[in-house]
């Protein structure tokens, strides 16, 4: 008797580990299933979001932008007035640029010199020299440029203009908008074969009286791998910086010259870590959007003023040293986060956030809606309107899709890029066979 239930007994025993095992295979799927679908939710977030920002532009391009660059073409606007109506529109359409990626999906920023951002901003023109770690450095640059308040200190909306590379001009919407209403700096060569395109470009703004913040990347594209041909270590988080030439940029700007190291922080982990590292992650617009999904990006800007003399002929050393000392505060960063110390109080103390209206930017984000839908109507053009968003939502999709699966990437620096670099880059490999 005692032996039949103990048989019973393990049968039953038995048939429960079944059922919770297979419990388990169900949640365990179930969980799977979840995850997928919001890994889907939050992708179709991401483009729904650089749809918004490309319609808001191209709408602005279109009824503003092409008319204001048209009738200074025609001279029928002065130079000086050309800019101020092209800041009054860069201030129009920037929070709509911004409101998604880098207000709405979490974005965090923070400044270790807010003193010093307050004054570049103030000043006639600054000059912020900035490493490359990301794809969405521009995007911080603008964001600073437009807030009002940084860290509880009252500033104005400046205009922020971009030192880049001439292909950008030709990229669709972003890089027009860039090249019509921005008046931004396309270097075609390099800074010396293009000196005076910079320096025309750089006092047109101060006889016009306009401040610009002028924001440059000044690293070149080979990596420090290998002997070099000056006395300093091979820097591991930065590239080597384009130095040659930059003397019209130096002593043609009117305020300060800033040294700017970005820090991108997500999930604790330094995204722009050492140049060789696998788990080194170039942040562009997608990942800023994919924050809304519970991972945002934190921005750490560390900002120091630089000295330069009047007379210097090499700007060389001046510029190698401020990378080594960039490329040390990256290592400090990284050693903090594999710590588990960067969210410690002494570390922390050395910056201030700066926070982001939401509110200011989701009724930039509405007003423009509105008036989009408002000219539709007028018009009765709105059905176009709507049809036009679905094409530009499929072409956004799918130019980033299938350049993302071509690239094994995303490199998202304006919308189109990874669709376009992705076809480029097969072109010249099938060319080159």
């Known amino acids: ?33 979840m995850m997928t679908l919001k890994s889907l939710a939050v992708k179709a977030y991401c483009h729904f979001a650089i749809s918004l920002l490309c319609f808001n532009v191209l709408f602005d391009l279109a009824f503003f932008g092409i008319p204001l660059f048209l009738f200074y073409k025609m001279k029928l606007l002065s130079p000086a007035l050309f800019l101020h109506c092209t800041t009054f529109l860069i201030n129009w359409t920037t929070p709509i640029v911004l409101a998604m990626p880098m207000v709405l999906s979490g974005t965090k920023l923070y400044c270790n010199n807010i003193d010093l951002l307050v004054e570049a901003k103030a000043s006639e023109s600054s000059l912020l020299l900035a490493n490359h770690g990301s794809r969405i450095d521009w995007m911080v640059g603008m964001f600073v440029g437009f807030a009002k308040n940084l860290g509880g200190k009252i500033c104005d909306c400046v205009r922020v203009g971009f030192v880049c590379e001439a292909m950008i001009q030709f990229l669709p919407i972003i890089g027009w908008y860039r090249r019509l209403v921005a008046c931004d700096i396309f270097v075609w060569r390099s800074f010396k074969q293009d000196a005076t395109t910079i320096q025309n470009n750089i006092q047109d703004f101060i006889a016009a009286r306009e401040r610009r913040i002028l924001f440059l990347s000044p690293e070149g594209v080979v990596v420090d791998f290998g002997p070099k041909d000056f006395e300093y270590d091979p820097f591991d988080y930065v590239l080597t910086p384009r130095y040659k030439g930059s003397l019209c940029l130096l002593q043609n700007v009117k305020g300060p010259i800033i040294s700017v190291c970005i820090a991108y922080v997500r999930d604790g982990k330094l995204q722009n870590c050492k140049l060789l590292s696998p788990d080194r992650v170039v942040p562009d617009i997608y990942t800023l959007n994919e924050g809304v999904g519970g991972s945002p990006v934190e921005v750490y800007i560390h900002l120091k003023r630089m000295e330069i003399a009047q007379d210097v002929s090499d700007p060389k050393t001046f510029f190698l040293e401020n990378y080594k000392e960039k490329d040390s505060i990256l290592k400090k960063w990284d050693e903090q986060l594999l710590a588990g110390t960067a969210n410690s109080e002494s570390w922390m103390a050395q910056f201030t956030p700066i926070e982001s209206n939401r509110l200011e930017y989701a009724i930039y984000q509405i007003v423009h809606t509105l008036l989009m839908i408002a000219i539709g109507i007028t018009f009765d053009r709105l059905g176009a309107l709507a049809r036009a968003f679905g094409i530009l939502f499929f072409s956004v999709a799918s130019c980033h899709t299938i350049g993302s699966a071509m690239n094994s990437t995303s490199m998202e620096s304006v919308p189109f890029e990874t669709g376009i670099k992705a076809v480029v880059a097969y072109w010249l490999k099938a060319k080159a066979h």
Do not use: D
């Not at 393990?10 to 048939?15: E, F, H, K």
């Not at 079944?18 to 365990?28: E, G, M, R």
């Open 1 to 33: 008797m005692m032996k039949s239930l103990a048989v019973e007994a393990t049968t039953l025993s038995a048939g429960m580990m079944i059922k919770l095992k297979s419990f388990a295979a169900v949640a365990t799927t179930l969980s799977a299933g």
